[in-house]
T-cell receptor, first 111, second 114 residues
Framework: DAKTTQPNSMESNEEEPVHLPCNHSTISGTDYIHWYRQLPSQGPEYVIHGLTSNVNNRMASLAIAEDRKSSTLILHRATLRDAAVYYCILKNEGNTGKLIFGQGTTLQVKP | NAGVTQTPKFQVLKTGQSMTLQCAQDMNHEYMSWYRQDPGMGLRLIHYSVGAGITDQGEVPNGYNVSRSTTEDFPLRLLSAAPSQTSVYFC?????????????FGPGTRLTVT
């Protein structure tokens, strides 16, 4: 399984945009880039995913580099509720369908 | 939709006891799975199912059994609880197993084995 690298922690101010980076230099052509987050004492929550093109949904935007070796999750206006651990995960068509959660990025949002 | 539901939220067991963790989804998802999350570690896949009547092992299946008699339900059975099974257990579901589909997680069951 291809590996992802994320910063251990980041800080943001409330109502400002947040850019969470992820490096995945060994990504294969069929790997989808998924982002999940986990709020304290809760289960992981799906945020967004994409393959090659940038993606937007009601929660966030995903910007994927042209060579697909990195991506950035963009929260347009951080709120206190966005404080969580954010996981960047590469998912391929493997048999088990499992998601491999690394250490993720702990995002702190300051009021 | 209720999404993915899990019961109970908390459970304390004595070593050697058995129990079943319940998981249900109302989204007509084919794929369901169980993970465990230990402190300071990522989630590890225990078992998964790609449809009713079909189950398979993940990376840490020992000590756990599953069955999938309906699309909606995917219970996880601990056969003889051990302290090493103290963990938080998450159930997840997805429309399909394929990489292009997102997964939805339940709120978790926090299990302590003494």
């Amino acid at each position: 399984d291809a590996k992802t690298t994320q910063p251990n922690s980041m800080e943001s101010n409330e109502e400002e945009p947040v850019h969470l980076p992820c490096n995945h230099s060994t990504i294969s052509g069929t790997d989808y880039i998924h982002w999940y987050r986990q709020l304290p004492s809760q289960g992981p929550e799906y945020v967004i995913h994409g393959l090659t093109s940038n993606v937007n949904n009601r929660m966030a935007s995903l910007a994927i580099a042209e060579d697909r070796k990195s991506s950035t999750l963009i929260l347009h206006r951080a709120t206190l509720r966005d404080a969580a651990v954010y996981y960047c995960i590469l998912k391929n068509e493997g048999n088990t369908g499992k998601l491999i959660f690394g250490q993720g990025t702990t995002l702190q949002v300051k009021p | 939709n209720a999404g993915v539901t899990q019961t109970p939220k908390f459970q304390v067991l004595k070593t050697g006891q058995s129990m079943t963790l319940q998981c249900a989804q109302d989204m007509n998802h084919e794929y369901m799975s169980w993970y465990r999350q230990d402190p300071g570690m990522g989630l590890r896949l225990i078992h998964y199912s790609v449809g009713a009547g079909i189950t398979d092992q993940g990376e840490v299946p020992n000590g756990y059994n599953v069955s999938r008699s309906t699309t909606e339900d995917f219970p996880l059975r601990l056969l003889s609880a051990a302290p090493s099974q103290t963990s938080v257990y998450f159930c997840a579901s997805s429309y399909r197993r394929a990489a292009s589909y997102e997964q939805y997680f339940g709120p978790g069951t926090r299990l302590t084995v003494t």
